[in-house]
């Protein structure tokens, strides 16, 4: 019952500092009288949403299927590549160095690159938001492996486990909250990949949506894109807390990570 109370009260909170926020903004605008391209109130913005639902739903289902498929393909990959350098630890130093090299690399620089090879399609954005998602997992992952307790680990030495039943039994579950952590930052971080993908060059989508208002000064229709990432960035952020929750049941979780 506490914790039913202590989590209303953090809702009621957190609310209560969204509505101030837009309500300061909103007054702020039509105290200053700001021009609409230069800054549009709050309730402009829910105006152009309301008044083009089509366009905007369109836009947003394909913005999130290209950030839901990248995520995906760079999670499994991360946690796959953990899992090969964990079993092989020899090969660890050259895959992080190259690791290293393509997570250096800004994406706004490779995503060009990859809509003059492959086109305006949706391929090069789930590859930007893979490449962005794969290198968070595959640290966090590849250091919940290695970060193993050892008085587990003398246990399991003494019982003669396999490296598989060792790997299974004891690496596993000891990076699944590493993995969560790097969720809880790759999951808001894949929509950013997939709109940069599509600043790009791309024939629809939420990136596509801000930089033909962006080119147009149409600032409503930029901010309604805005509105819909945050809201979009902060669903798939309390969906990953909520899963971590299920997952990782045997220690508290932090409504908000310390990452």
């Not at 903004?25 to 700001?34: D, M, P, S, Y």
């Not at 990959?77 to 092989?88: F, M, R, T, W, Y």
Request: glycine share 8%; hydrophobic share 55%; charged share 15%.
């Amino acid at each position: 019952m506490n914790n039913k109370k202590k989590s209303r009260k953090t809702t009621l909170v957190t609310l209560s500092i969204v509505a101030i926020f837009f309500l300061v903004w909103e007054l702020g605008v039509r105290i200053t009288n700001a021009p609409v391209y230069f800054l549009p109130s709050p309730s402009k913005v829910i105006q152009t949403l309301a008044a083009h639902p089509e366009t905007f739903y369109k836009a947003t289902v394909l913005t999130l299927g290209e950030a839901i498929s990248g995520l995906l393909i760079g999670v499994i990959a991360g946690i796959l590549l953990a899992s090969i350098l964990v079993l092989l630890p020899g090969l660890e130093d050259g895959v992080m160095t190259l690791a290293i090299l393509i997570k250096s690399t800004p994406m706004v620089a490779i995503a060009p690159l990859l809509t003059i090879w492959l086109g305006f399609g949706v391929l090069p954005k789930i590859i930007v938001t893979a490449l962005m998602s794969f290198f968070p997992v595959l640290i966090n992952v590849l250091s919940g492996m290695e970060r193993i307790d050892k008085d587990l680990s003398d246990l399991f030495k003494s019982w003669n486990a396999s490296r598989w039943e060792f790997f299974r039994f004891l690496r596993v579950p000891s990076a699944i909250p590493y993995l969560f952590t790097a969720l809880k930052i790759t999951g808001p971080l894949s929509l950013i990949g997939a709109v940069v993908g599509e600043w790009t060059g791309a024939s629809g989508g939420l990136g596509r949506t801000m930089w033909l208002a962006y080119t147009n000064l149409n600032l409503p229709f930029l901010f309604g894109a805005i509105f819909i990432l945050a809201a979009a960035g902060m669903i798939i952020y309390r969906v990953i807390t909520w899963g971590e929750a299920k997952a990782v049941f045997w220690q508290p979780i932090q409504l908000y990570s310390e990452s």
